[in-house]
């Protein structure tokens, strides 16, 4: 049947009707968004379960995608977006006298990862579904997601995300598809049976794992993949093994928190636990369902994919050995051939103390049997290398040492694909952190660079500038994104280039009214908005930020009269709780906002906001109203980014380092489109290797450097005695490791750039009309269909057929 608008509005009264026993004028936003979560849902599942369906049944080979996190957002919109139901809906509400976008504000974010990682695992999973690609992810349902942040007083606090309070919508709880998680045996010997040996483990625990299936709807093709999200239960034969209180906790903790820390491995024990419990019940899982459909294990590599996302998820390489030979009784070779040919690895940080390292003891505890499957990989990997006569790269790469598992190596080691996920991030990977891997196995080595989910970006969360798209170019890049290129023709067009101008004005409008509500403070949408909005690390370098403020807000001061472009500082951003730097740095942040904002004399030309909580919605509020994009990491630290991306789309123009895919953007749009400074890569590289920095000289020879940093300690801004000095500190006792000040003086400069270049609007349009025309060289679907191609070998089973979610009942 069609999903027609009158249709929609009937259908739409009778659910509410019986779901809730109200009438429309009664019904809360809460019961409003639940009917049409229902609605949208019911028009998909079909489709959902079809696919589901057609893979089996024609045997497609499926990608997994496993990731400890996965940041979708809120999902209302955008299945409207992909069901092709977004102004039908839209219209009908109107009708009934309901606004829509207020209803869509009830619907909790999907915080299940904690910033670039997971909300790139998300992306793809949208990415993949919109390519008609058949491609599943594979995680936890964390019952509290990333934290909820606060700022009192200027500090950051932590507060319990209780997202799914009210339930979520989109998920479907699949308990015919639990599975056992055999952990913690003290022991493990090998018994004869049938003829084979297979092990039996003493003591220790089963756990069950129930998973809650989310519905993944491409953009218009009728494809519906399955994000699978494993909740963890005590099965009732365990019950009695489970006595006290305190073991029962113990497995409700282990899906209750998502890590808050992207960089460095947490919490330790709970942590690996979480990591064995997804891998084993993502690998029990597609096993069943390889065998249910009566294939053969030897040709498990020309059904299924699994794709590794950052360590985290590294323990599926032991597991699939575990149960190949263990249940399945395969021999060792043959199962580390099928094991390799699955497997493959995405690397996102170079960072040394991002890299995952176990304690040994930790693994024998979780399950001694991976335990012994490493230490077998270990002992065949080091004895191959030594009859390859190459034993001088064992110490650097081999899997066990120091009594930790590095599970990098293991990765590497399990895999046959290596991607970085920016071009310098697989250069720097090959060339110097991973380079003894890279001279073993050059060609598991490849780049991937991350991409962005555009209809999101665009359409969903940049009404007004869609509009504009609309009108210039048509409407085929709504499914097309390199068709904004087609835009370039009107970058001299003085009546397009109005037009972006002022729906990048509208969108500060809206974005100036949140900050009103949210912060007290009012921005005025004539000034640059400046925004930095990422997780906060030393690295990212918001102190740099940080520390032009102050020298412009002491310019300020000394002469009242200076000509500046108004500024907005724009910050969004989560530390990790035990990060204590990033949370000092959060402290002076809004510190100096007080002090700037409240100060008459400077007669409103800066103003600092700290927007709390940032979140996948919330960048959706603050991405489309951004002038200048903050890109400022250390070149070499930051992987890639994908802020970065979200912002040229729409119409920022970025101050960047050559740092990440900042370097591919700027390859895009060319230097004249966007404003490069600091240290390059060599330049960095050869302070790290001859270690000649010194940041005193810079503090003592620079005046514009030592009158900045002297504001943070000699009281000139209020309540930072404590925090100001430890920022001094970090960047003249502690050496500043993460070379701001070397990147100061470039830093002004560029900035005055900027200052300059935004008193031009028709020119400051077009090089933002050209950043949004490059934009599309970003999309996630075509950074998924490499990965498909390249390394999956998957192929897409569903072509474009927007009728399919039209077969509404
Ligand atoms: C990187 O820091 C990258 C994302 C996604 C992050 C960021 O530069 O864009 O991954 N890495 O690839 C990360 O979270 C644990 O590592």
């Known amino acids: 049947m069609q999903f027609t608008k009158e249709y929609f509005i009937q259908e739409f009264k009778k659910r509410l009707n019986e779901g809730y026993a109200v009438d429309i004028k009664q019904a809360s936003n809460f019961e409003l968004y639940q009917t049409l979560a229902s609605i949208v849902r019911s028009g998909y ?56 976008y207020e209803v869509t504000e009830i619907e909790k974010d999907m915080a299940l990862g904690n910033g670039g990682l997971g909300r790139l695992a998300a992306a793809f999973m949208d990415a993949l579904a919109s390519s008609g690609l058949p491609g599943n992810g594979n995680g936890i349902r964390y019952k509290y997601g990333l934290f909820k942040q606060k700022i009192v007083d200027g500090y950051q606090v932590e507060l319990p995300n209780e997202w799914l309070n009210q339930g979520n919508s989109w998920e479907v709880r699949r308990d015919s598809k639990a599975v056992d998680i055999h952990i913690n045996a003290t022991e493990v010997s090998l018994l004869e049976k049938d003829g084979h040996l297979v092990p039996v483990y003493h003591g220790g625990k089963v756990i069950r794992a129930v998973p809650y299936d989310v519905g993944v709807v ?368 959060i402290k002076c942040i809004n510190e100096v906002g007080n002090l ?55 119409g920022a123009l970025t101050v960047a380092t050559l740092d990440g895919a900042n370097i591919e953007i700027k390859d895009q749009v060319g230097d004249d489109n966007i404003f490069i400074f600091g240290l390059t890569k060599d330049e960095v590289t050869a302070h790290n290797q001859t270690q000649d920095y010194c940041a005193w000289d810079y503090y003592n020879n620079i005046p514009v450097i030592k009158r900045v940093l002297d504001a943070l300690i000699d009281g000139s801004i209020p309540n930072i005695q404590v925090e100001g000095r430890h920022v001094f500190d970090l960047l003249t006792r502690f050496n500043d490791q993460f070379f701001v000040l070397a990147d100061f003086e470039g830093y002004l400069a560029i900035q005055e750039q900027v200052d300059q270049a935004y008193r031009k609007p028709l020119a400051w349009a077009k090089m933002s009309l050209i950043n949004i025309a490059k934009g599309g060289h970003f999309s996630a679907d075509k950074t998924v269909q490499r990965y498909a191609k390249e390394i999956w070998h998957i192929k897409p089973v569903v072509e474009k057929d927007e009728a399919k979610y039209d077969s509404y009942q």
Request: proline share 3%.
């Open 218 to 585: 491409g953009f218009q093709n009728g494809c519906v993949n399955n994000l699978r999200l494993w909740d963890a239960e005590i099965p009732e034969s365990e019950e009695v093994n489970y006595r006290t209180l305190d073991e029962r906790r113990k497995i409700e903790d282990l899906t209750s928190i998502l890590y808050p820390d992207d960089s460095t491995s947490e919490g330790r024990r709970l942590r690996l636990l979480q990591e064995y419990f997804f891998v084993s019940a993502g690998i029990q899982s597609i096993l069943k369902h390889h065998k249910k459909a009566g294939h053969n294990l030897n040709k498990l590599a020309d059904y299924v994919a699994i794709h590794i996302n950052d360590t985290h998820p590294v323990l599926c390489i032991p597991e699939l050995m575990r149960l190949l030979l263990d249940e399945e009784h395969y021999g060792w070779d043959e199962a580390w051939e099928i094991t390799t040919q699955v497997m493959s690895y995405t690397n996102h940080t170079l960072m040394a103390e991002a890299m995952e390292k176990w304690p040994i003891h930790y693994i024998q505890e979780l399950q001694p049997r991976i335990y012994q499957i490493i230490c077998e990989i270990e002992r065949r990997y080091v004895e191959s290398l030594e009859k390859r006569g190459q034993a001088e790269l064992i110490p650097s790469t081999r899997i066990i040492a120091d009594n930790q598992i590095r599970m990098v190596s293991l990765a590497i080691i399990g895999s046959h694909s290596v991607n970085g996920v920016a071009k310098l991030h697989t250069e720097l990977m090959k060339s110097q952190v991973l380079n003894d891997f890279y001279r073993l196995f050059p060609e598991r080595f490849n780049n991937k660079t991350n991409g962005i989910t555009e209809r999101r970006w665009l359409q969903i969360a940049n009404r007004e500038l869609s509009k504009v798209l609309d009108k210039t170019i048509g409407k085929t890049w709504r499914y097309a994104a390199d068709d904004l290129e087609m835009l370039l023709k009107y970058q001299d067009d003085e009546k397009v280039l109005k037009e972006i101008n002022h729906a990048k004005y509208q969108n500060k409008v809206r974005l100036a009214e949140h900050v009103k509500k949210s912060n007290g403070l009012k921005i005025s949408p004539d000034a640059i908005f400046d925004v930095q909005i990422k997780r906060l690390h030393e690295y990212k370098r918001q102190l740099l930020n940080l520390l032009r403020i102050i020298k412009l807000y002491q310019d300020l001061k000394e002469n009242p009269n200076l000509d500046i472009q108004p500024r907005v500082f724009i910050f969004g951003a989560k530390a990790a709780p035990g990060y204590h730097e990033a949370k000092v740095i």
């Open 596 to 650: 700037i904002n409240n100060d008459q004399t400077i007669q409103d030309k800066l103003k600092v906001v700290f927007i709390e909580d940032y979140s996948v919605s919330l960048a959706e509020l603050i991405i489309p109203a951004a002038d200048v994009s903050e890109q400022i990491s250390t070149a070499t630290k930051e992987a890639s980014g994908t802020s970065n991306m979200k912002l040229m789309l729409n």
């Open 45 to 100: 599942n079909n489709a959902w379960h079809q696919n589901i369906k057609n893979n089996a049944r024609e045997g497609n080979k499926q990608a997994y995608y496993f990731s400890i996190e996965f940041l979708p957002g809120r999902l209302l919109q955008s299945n409207l977006l992909n069901m092709g139901w977004y102004d039908t809906v839209i219209s009908g509400l109107k009708d009934l006298d309901i606004d829509f």
